[in-house]
C-alpha cells in the first residue's frame, strides 16, 4: 500500500493541525518547490568566498565587509555623520573611492540614506563635500529619507528591505539608530534590530549604521568595549565591524579605533575631521607603516604595539596583532625582518622590522 500524498494533502493536513507552513516549502521531488533561502550542505560550505569581501578596506585590513553591517560609534559632535557622508559619497562614486587609506568599493545601485536624526544638519553637512556639477550624479544614485522612519524597525524588522526596494536601493546608510527603534536597551529590541539586519543581508542589501556610545563615567571615562555600545548587547553583536570615533564635540582631532573588526582591525589612528569643508584624513605618523618607515633602527614587534596602541606595556594579543600587521608588510615587499641570533640569557632577541626593502624602491601602501 503506497503511503505518498501530495504536498498539498500534506499542507492541508498540518494547517489542521493548526501548524502553519507558509515560511517554508515542503519538498515534493522537484527543486520548484523548494524556498530560497533552502541551501544544500555543500552550497553553503563549501561555495562560498574564502577571503572576507572588502567594501571598505584591503587584505586583511577591513572595516565593511560585504554581507556584513558597519556601525560608527562615538559620541555626539565627533564627526561620524561626516565619517558616514564621506563613506556614502564614496560608495557611489561621487567621491574618490579611498577613505582613510582604505579603498571603497564603488556600486552600481542606488544607496538610500535615512536622515532621521537631524535632517538639516544632515543636509549641510553633505552640501560642504559637494557642488552643483555632482546635482546629475546625487540625483541618480543616492535617495534620502527625511526625519525618522514611518516603522520601529525593531518591531517591523521585515519593512526595511521593502524600504530599500522602493527607492531601488543596493545599500542602507542610517543616521541614526537610535530614531528609528524605541527601547534600545531592551533585549527585545536588540533581537528585532538583528532581525532586520539577517533580512536585509540575505536580500543583498548592505547597511551602514551610526550610534552612540554609552554615557561616561568616573570608572569609565573612555567607553572603549564593544560592550559600551548603547542599547542591547545584541545590537552590537550582530553587526560585522563596530568603529569607535572617540573625542570632545567639535574637536578636530579625534581617534579612531576597532572595537569588532571582521578581519584585522585597523588603527588605533588620529584624524583631522574638517566640519566646514567635509574632509576626513588620517594624521601622518599615526599609521604604522609611517611609523617603520620613521624608525631607521627598525621596530620589533613589541615596539609596533606600543605605537598602534599607545601603551607601555602591550598584552600578548596587541604583541601577535602588530606582529601580523608588520608580517603583512614583509609579505607585501613594503618592510622586511632581520632575524636576530642573539640572546638575553635564555630568551632569544626579538627579531626586526625594516620599512625599506632589502633591493628595489619603496612602494606606497595600496
Known amino acids: 500500500m503506497s503511503l505518498e500524498v501530495s504536498s498539498a494533502e500534506l499542507a492541508e493536513a498540518l494547517r489542521r493541525q493548526g501548524i502553519a507552513v507558509s515560511d517554508f516549502a515542503i519538498p515534493d521531488g522537484s527543486s520548484s518547490g523548494s524556498h530560497p533561502r533552502l541551501i544544500d550542505g555543500a552550497a553553503f560550505v563549501l ?48 567621491r574618490p573611492a579611498r577613505l582613510l ?12 540614506y535615512v536622515a532621521a536624526d537631524r535632517p538639516q544638519q544632515i543636509r549641510r553637512s553633505f552640501a560642504r563635500m559637494v557642488a552643483e556639477e555632482d546635482r546629475d550624479a546625487l540625483r541618480e544614485r ?46 527585545e529590541t536588540g533581537t528585532g534590530i538583528t532581525r532586520a539586519y539577517g533580512h536585509a543581508m540575505t536580500a543583498g542589501i548592505e547597511l551602514v549604521i551610526n550610534h552612540h556610545q554609552r554615557k561616561t563615567s568616573g ?37 579612531l579605533s576597532h572595537l569588532k573588526p571582521p578581519a584585522d582591525p585597523i588603527g588605533p589612528f588620529d584624524l583631522v575631521i574638517d566640519h566646514d569643508l567635509g574632509a576626513v584624513e588620517v594624521i601622518e605618523g599615526t599609521d604604522l607603516l609611517a611609523v617603520l618607515r620613521s624608525a631607521p633602527a627598525g621596530m620589533t614587534a613589541d615596539d609596533a604595539a606600543r605605537a598602534l596602541f599607545s601603551v607601555s606595556s602591550p598584552s600578548k594579543a596587541q604583541r601577535e596583532r602588530a606582529r601580523r600587521r608588520l608580517e603583512r ?9 632581520r632575524e636576530e641570533t642573539g640572546h638575553r640569557g635564555a630568551i632569544k632577541a626579538a627579531d626586526r622590522y625594516f620599512a625599506t626593502p632589502p633591493s628595489g624602491a619603496q612602494e606606497p601602501l595600496e
Open 219 to 255: 570608572e569609565n571615562a573612555k567607553p572603549k568595549r564593544l560592550d559600551d555600545v548603547y542599547g542591547s548587547t545584541f545590537i552590537a553583536a550582530g553587526a560585522g565591524s563596530v568603529v569607535l570615533l572617540w573625542g570632545e564635540p567639535g574637536d578636530p582631532v579625534v581617534q
Open 142 to 187: 543616492i535617495a534620502f529619507w527625511e526625519g525618522p522612519l514611518e516603522f520601529d524597525l525593531a518591531r517591523e524588522p521585515e519593512r526595511l528591505v521593502p524600504l530599500a526596494r522602493s527607492a531601488g536601493a543596493g545599500s542602507v546608510f542610517i543616521d541614526s539608530l537610535k530614531d528609528v527603534a524605541r527601547d534600545l536597551v531592551k533585549d
Open 47 to 94: 561555495d562560498t568566498p574564502t577571503e572576507t569581501p572588502a567594501l571598505w578596506g584591503q587584505h586583511e585590513e577591513i572595516v565593511w565587509a560585504g554581507g556584513e553591517p558597519l556601525f560608527l560609534v562615538g559620541p555626539i559632535g565627533v564627526g561620524k555623520t561626516t565619517l558616514m557622508g564621506c563613506l556614502a559619497l564614496a560608495h557611489v562614486g561621487i
Open 329 to 337: 608588510y614583509c609579505s607585501r615587499e613594503l618592510a622586511h625582518r
Open 101 to 112: 587609506g582604505f579603498p571603497v568599493r564603488t556600486t552600481e545601485e542606488r544607496l538610500l
